[in-house]
Every structure is written in structure tokens, then in C-alpha cells.
């Protein structure tokens, strides 16, 4: 510590001298450049009208020469020349920096199976969402049942829902935004001013730790510049679609920057309600704003505040009884909400021998509201299209047996308010090749539900978790030779989990207990990469990722009613075993890689909804159940080819084969068969082609092939495919772009139920199974004008 002072006083005391770095920048024709940006992680500056420069910084800085239409040059200012000459830019991973592993490495050394999306990728105007991106991801699955996604599945694996009564908010598949956890919570994914976007897939643990153990979604924005910069962009569309966004950036004084971001984000939502006459039951209506501040005293020292303020007010209404798809028939508006006030604050410090001290603190208040009509319909529609009314001819509501307590209107609502709080500090040592560092994180949930709950014998839930996950990790990277590395991860955590729950039923208690349990938890990874030459190399790796176990909250469970044996009170953590195999080419117009994997899971979690009582609608209860083992295995791939300064194409697959093995499910056993939300083969490609005067076209077309709706039914969805396009014209400072979402208006599913709604006469207890649909949205067409400054 008293070195680590004596350090800050001297760095602030005595800096280091400057020297002056000056020249001028012309592309491979001999023009010169106006409007490069120049910087440092102090102060920048742009050329003039004579692509002409001059800026004072320490000889050691790092200087980085950066304009939209040529690839970035970063020297040491020491080694700036005179005279500078930019490229059009291309394609080259080399100048991907992965930035959500243990080592900040180029996405060709990363050898991890990943897919990076950076922000040049999604200025279209087509991706306004991280909801817009999913399907650029094979292998990347989410399911609906929510107003955005907040769910994700990586290669098969990943929740589908997060009901009161599923157990603790733990996940599959991290969702970490400027070093923010917001895992479950995905819907917060506004796309302005990103710097880009990295999907891990298969095990991160060794890295993230908890909620990580299928794979981590990582979004990064950008950072403050020294130099002035902005950009306002106005989005309009059908079904009433208006949205603006922008950003600035700037130095305050020197060496202290800030930038500031903001998006609206406002829609009808794509359903017609014909009961209440409205087109806005599901209406989007989005805001959030992103403010960061980056402090640098010199080039050994800084700090980055991120602060975001989030305020989502969604409607939720899409499902309809008949399955129609984009007309809903409900008499209770349903509300999907989230409001956050989140922050992180990260600091580095470097000193001598490549050694540097990292802290990340960050901290996220999180209130949701989810609501919904749970009958999906109305009291006319029920007697109009199915006779259900006090005079109906159909059903003897007299008869005691059948209906002992006689007509009820068929109207039932569901309404969750959650409030989720995380708080972590993670400090981490870094030299050369090696990383140790610690992590703690507590989060508290509060969940109060209300409805026609656990069968109906409840009609409030509460239930509070607590969360504690300590870690220690440590990552060392080996250079066995000039073409051969090593790197091996380790991580060790102690898992606490607090649970309470209180249900009442119509004024009464109806039950309540509280859990407690501790757990040590390991992940760890080994990798190799291989140099074969200049432009390719092959890699090899091994890992484990952990899932923390949890308890079921259902007072059915120990119910012999219900066949609900009381060993079903908890579920077991789940380990999963990850082998890599990977091979990645890149000669700056091309960049091509394919990745095989094979992951066994012993101790699988399911989450499981069921119905009670099948002459009950509304009866719905859930748990989480772990099968024996599972497994999957398969094959992805990306390819980017620069055809000509003209023509850009990309293509990525995957093809995926999965099992779970057999499990109980209300004593009944299933199982032993593909996963749910895996398909088996899944892709997406495009092209973009510049045909002059800054007029440009962009295509990209994804499929998916079909999958089961659920671990426990046998429904599965129809196999689809979605086209996108968009034709703009940019120069430097206006882009304007005019596109089309789904173009070909498929219909295609997002999540599927099956259990007993409709009323029947005809089925004895007067209600019939079907597999109930929720389609994505239909085809939009919209314009968007951006402007630089």
C-alpha cells in the first residue's frame, strides 16, 4: 500500500515530459484525409481541410488515428511518422479485440467459440434491439412468453422462463452490459452507440463464474474520446414505430472525458386487439440513457464511471386462445415493465513489468412488473364462441359433481412485481501472462405474485432469495514456442443461497418454509493454440462450467394429491463438460472459422410447468427437476470475404444434436430426447454492395430449423426463415437508410404451452388439450436518418 501511494504521488507530481507528434495523413491514392480523429486516452484532435495534424502527449501513449471509411492505425507516439497512410477498411480479426476473456486477445487467438458483432455491423437501421441480432447467431436461441427476450438458450441450454415458483434467479446464460450484470433480465438491449457485441458459447464459468455455464452474452459501448464527436439518429416505421437516438462525446478538461447516450424507442407492437378496439395492448415504449465518464491523469492511471438509467414500460398481451397469431381477445391489459438504475465503476492501474491492478465495482437496482391476462380472453368471447355463460345449454353448472361451485366467470389475471438488487467487486491482478483475482457478488430478489395460483390453492406468493458467490481464479498464458500457447483458467467459488417463502390463499397463510444451503463450486479451462502460418491457426480445448443448485417453491411439493414427492423441495447443481476443437484462417479480405464441440451435463436442471388439474385452466404450477445426464455435439462456422472495395459477404451455421436423458414428470417418464430450443441446424449470411455516390444495399436472410416447445411435450415449432433488408446512401456526416424487418412476412414461433384451455362439452372434465402459440412479429418496414458531428 505504501508503495502503491507513494506511486499515485509521484505519477501526479512529476509527469512524464511530452513530446509533440505532427504530419500528415493521405489514403492509398495520395488524397489527403479531412476529419481523421486523433487520440489518446488524454486529449485528441481532428485533421484539417490539409489532412494535417499536431498533438502534444507522452512519447509512450498510446495514439490511435481513427475515421468511418478507413481501418485504424494505433502507434506508441514515439513512433509516429510524418506522413501517414490510411486503407479502406477491411477485413481483419486481428483488429477484433475480445474483451469478455481473462486476456484481452484478437478474436483469432482467442480460441474460444464465439461471434463477435461490432457496431459497423449493425448500423442499418435494422438492428435497433439486441432482439434484432439473435437470429444473426446460430446457436443462439431465446424464447418468448416475455415483451423482449429475456431468456436465452446457447446450444440448446438456457432457461425458458423465470415464474415465481421456478426456483432461484440463477441462469444458463449471462447477459453482462459496460460490466453490469443483468442475467434474466435481457430486455434491456437498446443498440445506440455500441461498440460491440462478443456471444460466448459453451462453458464461461472459468471466467464469469455463475450464470455462465452455457455461455455468456457480452455487450460493450463505446468509451469517452478526447475529441468532440456526435451522432443523432430518428427512426420511424408502421405500426406507429418512432424512435430517436444519439450520443455525445468530448473532454471536459484535460485528461477528464465524458460521453453521453441516449435512446426512445416507441411502438404499437405489432397486435390488434379486437375486444377493447385498441392496436397498443402490446405496445413498446422503451428509454434508456447511458452516461459515462473516463478519467486518465496520465498513461499509467485511470478510471471509467458507466451509469445507465432504464425505463421500459412494455405492454404484454399476444397470446389468443384460437391461435391466430396478431389478434388477441383479452379483457385485462398485461404490462411487461423494468426500471433500473445501475452503475460500474472501473479502475486500472498499471506499474512496472506489464503489472497491472484492476477493480470493477458494480451495482444494479432492477423493479419489474409482468402482467398478463391469463385466460387470454373475455366473457363474451367465452359465450359467443364456446357457450360459457350461467344459461348455457352446453354445461349443467347446477350439477355438483362437475361444478360444486357452480358458474364462475372464466377470468383470471396474473401479476408479478419483482425487485431485484446485485451488487459485485471484483479486483484482479494482471501481468504479462498471468491474472489472480477475486470476486464477490450478492443479489437479493423479491418476488410478490398474485393470481390463480400453484393449482389455485394460493393466490399470493412471496418469496425473498439471497444470493453470496465468492471466487478466486487465475488464468496463465504459456508461450511454449514462437507458434505455440497455452493458457489454463481455474476458478473456485463458494455458493450461499437464503430462501423464503410465505403463500396465503384468500386471506389465510397458506404455507411457508425457508432454505439455506452452501456449496463449493469449480470451473476451469485449457487451451491450446497452434500458428500454422501467417493467416491461420488451430486450437484445442477442454473446460468445465458449474450451475449452483436451488430450491422449488410450490406447496404442492409433498402433496401426495398431486403425486409431488417431497425430495423435489430442492435440485442439485449441474456440471457440464466442454470439448473444443477449432481451426480460424484470416488474410485481411477474408476471415473464415470452424469450431466442433462436444459438452456431456451430468445432473441436468429442467424447469417443468404443468397442470394440476386438467378441468382447471388457471391450475398451473411449476418446478425444476434435474435428469440423469445429457449431451450435446456439432459443428459451427463463420466466414467474412471482402469480394472487392464493392461487394461484402458473410456466412454463419451451426448444426447442433442434442439429448437429455429420461426423466420424472408427475410420475410419468419422459425425456430421452432432443432438448427443448435446440435446433438441429440453424444459419444466417447476407452481403452488403456499394454501387457508388454512397448508395449501398444490405440483405441478410437467417434459418432455423424446427425444435420442441418444452423438455415435457412433445409439440414442436415449424421450421422458418426471416429476410431483412435495407438500401441507404452515407457520406461522412448523413446516413439514411430505408429497410425491411421479415420482409416475407413469415409467421414463425417463439414459444409454445400445451395444456387444457378451451371449454368442451364433448371432453369430460369440459376441457381439451391443445399446444398454444406465440408468433414473432410480422413484417415492418421503416426509414432512419443519422447525422455525425
Known amino acids: 500500500m505504501k508503495n502503491l501511494s507513494l506511486f499515485l504521488i509521484t505519477s501526479f507530481l512529476f509527469p512524464l515530459e511530452m513530446i509533440t507528434v505532427s504530419g500528415s495523413i493521405k489514403d492509398t491514392n495520395d488524397n489527403l484525409i479531412e476529419g481523421v480523429n486523433i487520440y489518446t486516452d488524454r486529449t485528441g484532435i481532428s485533421t484539417n481541410k490539409k489532412g494535417s495534424f499536431s498533438l502534444k502527449c507522452f512519447p509512450d501513449e498510446v495514439v490511435t488515428f481513427s475515421h468511418v471509411s478507413y481501418s485504424d492505425i494505433t502507434l506508441l507516439a514515439k513512433d509516429v511518422p510524418k506522413n501517414i497512410t490510411m486503407k479502406l477498411r477491411n477485413i481483419n480479426a486481428d483488429e477484433i479485440i475480445v474483451r469478455g476473456g481473462s486476456f484481452d486477445l484478437s478474436i483469432k487467438e482467442t480460441n474460444n467459440s464465439l461471434m463477435v458483432i461490432q457496431n459497423e455491423d449493425i448500423e442499418s437501421g435494422v438492428y435497433q434491439h439486441f432482439d434484432d441480432v439473435i437470429n444473426l447467431t446460430p446457436n443462439l436461441n431465446s424464447s418468448g412468453g416475455t415483451s423482449r427476450s429475456r431468456y436465452f438458450q446457447i446450444r440448446g441450454i438456457g432457461e425458458l422462463s423465470q415464474f415465481s415458483g421456478e426456483g432461484a434467479p440463477h441462469f444458463y446464460v449471462g447477459y453482462i452490459m459496460d460490466d453490469i450484470d443483468f442475467s434474466g433480465i435481457g430486455m434491456v438491449g437498446l443498440l445506440n452507440d455500441i461498440d460491440q457485441i462478443e456471444v460466448f458459447k459453451g462453458p464461461q464459468s472459468s471466467i464469469y463464474g455463475p450464470n455462465a455455464m452455457a455461455g455468456m452474452i457480452n455487450i460493450s459501448s463505446n468509451d469517452p474520446t478526447p475529441h468532440r464527436e456526435g451522432k443523432i439518429t430518428i427512426n420511424a416505421g408502421d405500426y406507429n414505430y418512432n424512435a430517436i437516438s444519439g450520443y455525445y462525446s468530448s ?296 450451475k449452483s443448485h436451488g430450491f422449488n417453491q410450490s406447496i404442492n411439493i409433498g402433496s401426495t394429491a398431486y403425486q409431488l414427492p417431497e425430495d423435489l423441495r430442492t435440485y442439485e447443481s449441474e456440471d457440464v463438460y466442454n470439448i473444443e476443437l477449432s481451426y480460424n484462417y484470416n488474410d485481411k479480405t477474408k476471415f473464415f472459422t470452424i469450431n466442433s464441440f462436444y459438452m456431456h451435463r451430468i445432473n441436468p436442471q429442467l424447469r417443468l410447468s404443468y397442470q394440476l388439474d386438467p378441468s382447471n385452466p388457471s391450475s398451473f404450477d411449476f418446478y425444476t427437476v434435474n435428469a440423469e445426464e445429457g449431451y450435446s455435439y456439432g459443428l459451427e462456422g463463420q466466414f467474412k470475404a471482402m469480394i472487392s472495395d464493392k461487394l461484402y459477404i458473410y456466412d454463419n451455421f451451426a448444426i447442433l444434436k442434442s439429448h437429455i436423458s429420461t426423466f420424472d414428470f408427475l410420475s410419468n417418464s419422459v425425456g430421452n430426447r432432443t432438448e427443448a430450443h435446440a435446433p438441429e441446424f440453424s444459419a444466417s449470411g447476407g452481403f452488403e454492395y456499394k454501387m457508388g455516390s454512397g448508395i449501398y444495399i444490405n440483405v441478410d436472410h437467417s434459418v432455423m430449423f424446427d425444435f420442441y416447445h418444452e423438455d415435457q411435450y412433445e409439440s414442436k415449432t415449424d421450421p422458418y426463415q426471416i429476410l431483412n433488408t435495407t438500401i441507404g446512401w452515407k457520406n461522412d456526416k448523413i446516413q439514411l437508410n430505408l429497410w425491411a424487418k421479415n420482409l416475407l412476412d413469415v409467421k414463425y414461433e417463439v414459444r409454445g404451452y400445451n395444456f387444457a384451455l378451451e371449454p368442451s362439452p364433448n371432453e369430460p372434465p369440459h376441457f381439451f388439450s391443445n399446444t398454444y402459440i406465440s408468433y414473432g412479429d410480422p413484417r415492418h418496414f421503416g426509414l432512419s436518418a443519422s447525422y455525425n458531428f
Open 251 to 546: 473532454s471536459l478538461r484535460y485528461n477528464l472525458f465524458h460521453r453521453l447516450s441516449f435512446n426512445i424507442n416507441k411502438s404499437d407492437g405489432f397486435r390488434k386487439n379486437n375486444y377493447l378496439d385498441i392496436s397498443n395492448s402490446n405496445k413498446i415504449d422503451e428509454s434508456m440513457l447511458r452516461y459515462k465518464l473516463l478519467y486518465s491523469p496520465n498513461n499509467k492511471i485511470n478510471f471509467k464511471l458507466t451509469y445507465y438509467l432504464i425505463d421500459i414500460n412494455n405492454g404484454y398481451d399476444i397470446w389468443s386462445p384460437d391461435n391466430n397469431g396478431y389478434t388477441t381477445f383479452s379483457d385485462y391489459l398485461g404490462k411487461d415493465t423494468h426500471k433500473s438504475n445501475a452503475f460500474s465503476f472501473k479502475s486500472n492501474f498499471r506499474f512496472r513489468d506489464n503489472l497491472k491492478l484492476t477493480s470493477i465495482t458494480s451495482l444494479s437496482s432492477n423493479n419489474i412488473d409482468y402482467n398478463y391476462d391469463s385466460d387470454w380472453a373475455n366473457d363474451d368471447f367465452w359465450k359467443d364462441n364456446y357457450d360459457w355463460f350461467p344459461e348455457s345449454n352446453s354445461y349443467d353448472f347446477s350439477d355438483p359433481i362437475l361444478f360444486p361451485w357452480g358458474y364462475y366467470p372464466y377470468s383470471f389475471t396474473d401479476e408479478t412485481s419483482r425487485k431485484r438488487d446485485n451488487v459485485s467487486q471484483e479486483l484482479r491482478i494482471t501481468s504479462k501472462n498471468t491474472i489472480g483475482g477475486l470476486y464477490i457478488s450478492r443479489t437479493k430478489e423479491d418476488d410478490l405474485r398474485k393470481g390463480y395460483l400453484m393449482g389455485g390453492n394460493v393466490d399470493s406468493l412471496a418469496s425473498y432469495f439471497e444470493i453470496l458467490s465468492m471466487s478466486f481464479y487465475a488464468s496463465t498464458k504459456w508461450d511454449i514456442s514462437d507458434k505455440l500457447s497455452l493458457i489454463t483458467r481455474l476458478r473456485a467459488e463458494n455458493n450461499n443461497i437464503k430462501s423464503d417463502v410465505d403463500t396465503r390463499a384468500y386471506g389465510f397463510e397458506a404455507g411457508s418454509f425457508n432454505e439455506e444451503t452452501n456449496s463449493i463450486l469449480w470451473g476451469g479451462r485449457i487451451s491450446m493454440s497452434r500458428l500454422i502460418d501467417d493467416y491461420s491457426n488451430f486450437g484445442f480445448s477442454i473446460s468445465k462450467g458449474y
